[in-house]
């Protein structure tokens, strides 16, 4: 009997397939996205995109299945505004998806190593705008690495933007595709769902 790679096992998980062993019938594809045991977040989450000028923000509701997306959006904050502007914008959008869908968890992307600095500060400053306000609010915040992210939701973490696109609307049942902004926040959300501890 033929082994599935461990990359192809969590991806069937994740997207709610389940795995058959060679030469057997192929069950119907589960309605719902599986959470591996003993991990994962039943809580209605915030995701964030962290990005001066186009932050994503995504509020998924985890707490049944399937889960769901409750709504998103991305910031585009244009050039005339100064950086504390925009931080004060990210900021104020943070707070109001948190108070409007009671989100009691959050995700956002870490820091990343980036050559150019002037990119690292901007990111620093977005995420920081974000925290400060999840922070304030009692929020309790999970933070991954893009990659762990991608790999939590498309299955490795090399996947492009389209890829984990693809299968945002696949897990959350959407009719159309989300901006990439918003879909890499949803992402983050899921990662939280299905990965985190407690």
């Not at 795995?19 to 589960?30: L, N, V, Y």
């Not at 001066?52 to 959006?73: F, K, Q, W, Y």
């Not at 585009?76 to 998806?97: F, S, T």
């Not at 984990?164 to 992402?187: N, Y």
């Amino acid at each position: 009997m033929a082994r599935k790679s461990s990359r192809s096992l969590w991806t069937d998980k994740l997207s709610g397939v389940a795995s058959t062993p060679t030469g057997a019938k192929s069950p119907r594809a589960r309605k719902t996205a599986v959470t591996p045991a003993g991990r994962g977040c039943r809580a209605i989450i915030l995701g964030i995109d962290p990005s001066l000028r186009g932050t994503g923000l995504a509020v998924i509701d985890a707490r049944s299945e399937p889960m769901r997306l409750l709504a998103s959006v991305t910031l585009k904050l244009g050039p005339k505004l100064e950086p504390y502007e925009c931080m004060g914008r990210i900021a104020d959008a943070v707070e109001k998806l948190v108070r409007e869908h009671t989100v009691t968890h959050a995700s956002i992307e870490e820091t990343i190593y980036v050559q150019n600095f002037r990119t690292a500060q901007a990111m620093g400053a977005s995420r920081g705008a974000a925290l400060s306000v999840l922070a304030r609010l009692g929020v309790k915040v999970g933070e991954y690495a893009p990659t762990r992210i991608k790999l939590a939701v498309a299955g490795h973490g090399g996947a492009s933007k389209e890829q984990v696109g693809r299968m945002i609307r696949t897990v959350l049942r959407l009719g159309d595709a989300l901006a990439l902004d918003e879909s890499d926040a949803a992402a983050a959300a899921l990662c939280h769902a299905f990965t985190a501890r407690g």
